[in-house]
């Protein structure tokens, strides 16, 4: 029989993974909170770090022109004019954009935090106190618990690390210039509507440096699409009431494809001289044709687990020299969360450990690897371009591009093609030779 918990016999696996660029509803800044918590035993981050800068003449001047933006954008002049008159940048939210722990650090430490031994534990706590409740939310979303349990740990430490920057200076900044224009105009723009729909007040919008808020870190445009009031007390409280927390998480991984009673991945095991070209977002394959192809479940068969037919893509999130993960629709749900491959891996295997199974992955990392840091990656960007391979924009993202055209490259040079960018991948293509694994 597959169907049913993947964990609850113990026998489950997990997991999943690759690398993608930024921007879910999390918008990739939960993990970092959680982080927070790890390190500071739980307590309250602060958005105390935030340094007061005297208002830039430049940031002024944007700051009129998308005055009046808001106001074409339903927004009322008073409005706009109290909550921004006064306003000044926190340029701290630059440094944070850039060391998003889900990107930049190597995908074995972050999973070492993300999956740590107190998360697990505070999270069969949680889980055993909260029961009852995510048992009602998890029949009426169809979304498991033990994710949405998952979630929360990740994303505040269950409600333990929320973040404490004022949201609308955050956006605002990241609205004014950067990497994030984009995503700050129309976070900004949807938290001014909250304030406007008397969901809540300026004071209340507190949250990470990239305004995500609450117990599971919804920005604003998320907030407006997908928030609940569960509980029916005419609030949609995301930062207080569990009921509205745990349903509203749940109600936005149910919009996003999330279906209950089926795995978030599963662990494999390659066969030898295995093409890892079939590593890719393009491949998906019933579980039984996986099977067919020599993969096999790295704790155990699969088929007779899980429906034969399930799709499911594999990643390989440190190459051939790491674990392996058969990924299905769950996982694309989690990823609209965050677009990290080590979240989404993050949040499927805490969930798994909540429910009872294992914390860790069967096969090893291979830990004598380091990360590459932010310019390491933009130089093999650079590199490729230059050898005749398309990576797309040298911005320092190993995302679907930076991949294949990395895998091109490894093609000629005769190593597996795994698409894995390792310090020694980026030292021999620099130097047009092939890496010693
Ligand atoms: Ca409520």
Request: hydrophobic content about 40%.
């Amino acid at each position: 029989m597959w169907g049913r918990k993947r964990l609850s016999t113990g026998l489950i696996v997990c997991l999943a993974l690759t690398g993608a660029p930024l921007t879910g509803i999390g918008a990739g800044i939960g993990a970092t909170n959680a982080q927070a918590a790890e390190t500071q035993g739980g307590t309250t981050q602060g958005g105390a770090a935030q340094t007061p800068v005297a208002v830039d003449p430049d940031f002024a001047a944007w700051l009129k022109g998308f005055k009046l933006d808001a106001v074409a954008a339903g927004i009322s002049t008073s409005l706009v004019n109290e909550v921004f008159d006064g306003l000044t940048i926190n340029t701290r939210v630059y440094e944070l954009n850039d060391n998003q722990p889900e990107f930049s650090r190597a995908i074995w430490d972050y999973l070492d935090s993300a999956v740590s031994t107190r998360r697990v534990d505070n999270g069969r706590g949680n889980f055993a106190k909260n029961r009852a409740l995510l048992s009602r939310i998890e029949n009426e979303y169809g979304v498991d618990a033990d994710i949405i349990v998952a979630i929360w740990g990740l994303e505040s430490a269950y409600g333990a690390v929320m973040g404490d920057h004022d949201a609308i200076r955050a956006l605002a900044t990241l609205a004014w210039k950067g990497r994030r224009t984009s995503y700050g105009r129309s976070q900004l723009i949807g938290a001014l509507k909250i304030i406007q729909n008397g969901y809540a007040t300026r004071s209340q919008l507190r949250g990470s440096w990239a305004g995500a808020m609450g117990q599971t870190q919804f920005i604003p445009t998320t907030y407006l699409t997908h928030a609940v009031d569960a509980d029916g007390d005419g609030r949609r409280d995301i930062w207080t009431n569990l009921n509205d927390v745990f349903a509203s998480t749940a109600n936005y991984l149910s919009a996003s494809g999330y279906r209950l009673d089926t795995p978030w991945g599963i662990e494999v095991t390659l066969p030898s001289d295995f093409d890892f070209d079939l590593a890719s977002p393009k491949t998906r394959r019933a579980l039984a044709e996986w099977a067919a192809s020599g993969l096999t479940g790295a704790r155990g068969d699969f088929i007779g687990k899980h429906d034969p037919n399930l799709r499911a893509r594999l990643i390989v999130p440190a190459g051939a020299r790491g674990p392996a993960f058969l990924v299905f629709a769950n996982f694309e749900a989690i990823l609209k969360y965050n677009r990290s491959t080590a979240y989404a891996l993050a949040v499927g295997m805490l969930s798994d450990a909540v429910a009872g199974g294992p914390a860790t992955t069967a096969g090893s990392w291979p830990r004598a690897d380091r990360a590459l840091s932010l310019s390491e990656r933009k130089s093999l960007q650079v590199a490729l371009a230059q050898q005749g391979y398309n990576p797309g924009p040298a911005d320092g993202v190993i995302g679907a591009n930076t991949k294949r055209a990395l895998k091109a490259w490894q093609r000629s040079v005769g190593v597996p093609a795994d698409g894995y960018a390792s310090a020694a991948t980026l030292n021999a293509l620099v130097n047009d030779k092939a890496p010693r694994q």
